[in-house]
Nanobody, 120 residues
């Protein structure tokens, strides 16, 4: 059974940092692009960041560029999202996703999500 399990969410004050992890199991995701999405209360889900299967290319939404960093450890089948200088508007449920296509337009697999709450 394929699983993506996120962890690392929590409550943090504005300006603080968190690192999310997404551990993949059930298959090897070395040839999958991995990404993070988020859904804030009352809003549509939005794409946050993508990393290519090799880890050589990364892409970010404008709202997080320069503040968040996506990385992956292929040997550990794990992808990370380092979030710095967090703002209250970053409060959301963060989801990990895997897609065979680099566009991350229609991910093949999703995690269950982890809550991130940023207090002002």
């Amino acid at each position: 059974q394929v699983q993506l399990v996120e962890s690392g969410g929590g409550l943090v004050q504005a300006g603080g940092s968190l690192r999310l992890s997404c551990a993949a199991s059930g298959r090897t995701f070395s040839r999958y692009a991995m990404g993070w999405f988020r859904r804030a209360p009352g809003k549509e889900r939005e794409w946050v960041a993508t990393i290519s299967w090799s880890g050589g290319s990364t892409y970010y939404a404008d709202s997080v560029k320069g503040l968040f960093t996506i990385t992956r450890d292929i040997a550990k089948n794990t992808v990370y999202l380092q979030m710095n200088s967090l703002k209250p508007e970053d409060t959301a449920v963060y989801y990990c996703a895997a897609d065979r296509a680099p566009t991350m337009s229609t991910p093949d697999y999703w995690g269950q999500g982890t809550q991130v709450t940023v207090s002002s």
